[in-house]
């Protein structure tokens, strides 16, 4: 046969990616594509990988440089005094970071929001059910998956929401730079984004700063004003990451678990009686996880072995990890292209990568996930496609961005 290509321009590609990682997985499953990068879709290789010493999330200090217009503006619009979010940090750094961050999303100190969550799911579902009855749509993202993650991450951090739609727009435009695909264009949107969003957030630091409060904010601040290693450049940083980038996985994973459940009918059946516990929103994140993809770059050259040959990756190339493929390899997952709430291994999926840059916000995605979708089903007793959904036009992140239902009671 042909030998397989990872092409994730290819429309079919972005439509359904799992046939075509099927097939790398299959037949080159150490994919080595022209210009350096090493594309890995087995899950043998993609968690050793992630939770491997020897690579770096760093790619801009660690990988070889690369000649293009997109990384040559990178490189020109990075300033010395800006701090490198905790994404794209390596030890000590990230370990000292995260240390100072991770108390406050532990699952202990997720549970007491629940109560949150669910006052703004029901004030999401009323506005939706209220629309529904004046003869108007319920189009999921817009009325439920991205306003209850907005909410909540801004009260947790005791931000106003009075600049909701700016603040979308801004994370839209940021997050299109973790994409591959980026454009010089993207980059010069970003920036003006930057210029509207960092005085505001300025101001909002400043007012905190005066008058403290009991939010996690406020806990960032005194850290940092304690000299306990947040600098401020850190924590603007670090509270753009949250405030920006944090509802993103939220808003995906909802809008791609209610799809899944629509199109696997025996399974919505089973959370409507069920609800749904932690494995099964592990299955769903298995099934069709927010983040396809992320990136690492071997300090030293590192070897692969494909049969019986031994494939060798040089040190500062890129190594593009495929989390999407490895959490359907069959060799780990019995029929991965079938959702099974309770696959008994659910909770060994990829989804929120491994190792040290396991996703931070994870047990906070998981419970909004698992309260907006068990209010819906609990809501409404019919919930049906009322057109066909439309995708984010991304490679990196998965989503769904506009899902219209017809609903009842």
């Avoid at 030998?3 to 799992?18: L, M, Y």
């Avoid at 022209?34 to 491997?52: C, E, F, K």
């Avoid at 506005?127 to 991450?153: K, N, S, Y």
């Avoid at 940092?224 to 940083?237: K, R």
């Amino acid at each position: 046969m042909t030998k397989p290509v990872f092409n994730p321009f290819d429309p079919e590609f972005r439509a359904n990616p799992h046939a075509f990682y099927d097939a790398l997985r299959e037949h080159d499953p150490v994919h080595q594509v022209p210009g350096g990068l090493t594309v890995l879709t087995r899950y043998d290789d993609v968690a050793a990988v992630l939770r491997s010493n020897d690579y770096s999330r760093d790619i801009e200090k660690s990988a070889t440089p690369v000649d293009t217009p997109v990384a040559n503006r990178r490189r020109e619009r990075r300033s010395d005094n800006a701090a490198k979010s905790i994404l794209n940090l390596d030890p000590p750094d990230h370990t000292r970071l995260r240390r100072l961050v991770s108390k406050s999303f532990t699952p202990s100190s997720i549970e007491p929001l629940r109560a949150m969550v669910q006052r703004y799911v029901d004030q999401a579902l009323d506005t939706a059910e209220q629309r529904v009855r004046e003869g108007g749509e319920f189009e999921l993202i817009d009325d439920l998956a991205f306003p209850v993650p907005f909410l909540v991450i801004s009260e947790m951090l005791g931000m106003p929401t009075t600049r909701v739609d700016e603040i979308r727009e801004w994370s839209q435009l940021l997050t299109r730079t973790l994409e591959p695909t980026v454009t010089l264009q993207d980059l010069d949107d970003t920036d003006r984004a930057m210029e509207q969003f960092l005085p505001f957030l300025s101001e909002v630091i400043a007012d905190r700063r005066a008058r403290p409060g009991n939010d996690m904010l406020s806990a960032l601040i005194a850290a940092e004003e304690s000299g306990d290693t947040m600098s401020t450049a850190e924590l603007v940083t670090f509270v753009v990451l949250l405030y920006v980038a944090g509802h993103e996985t939220t808003v995906n994973l909802v809008g791609n678990s209610v799809l899944a459940l629509l199109h696997h009918h025996d399974q919505l059946v089973w959370a409507r009686e069920h609800g749904l516990d932690s494995n099964a929103v592990d299955e769903l994140l298995r099934f069709d996880g927010p983040v396809q993809h992320t990136v690492r770059v071997p300090l030293k050259p590192v070897q692969f072995v494909v049969g019986d040959r031994t494939i060798e990756v040089p040190a500062g190339s890129r190594v593009l990890t495929s989390l999407g493929a490895a959490s359907h390899d069959p060799k780990v997952f019995d029929e991965p292209h079938r959702l099974n709430l309770r696959r008994p291994n659910a909770n060994k999926h990829l989804g929120f990568a491994a190792g040290i840059h396991y996703c931070l916000g994870s047990s906070l995605a998981k419970m909004e996930t698992q309260v907006t979708i068990d209010s819906l089903l609990r809501r409404f007793s019919r919930i049906e496609l009322a057109a066909e959904p439309q995708w984010r036009d991304r490679l990196t992140i998965r989503g769904v961005d506009r899902l219209v239902l017809a609903v009842a009671r």
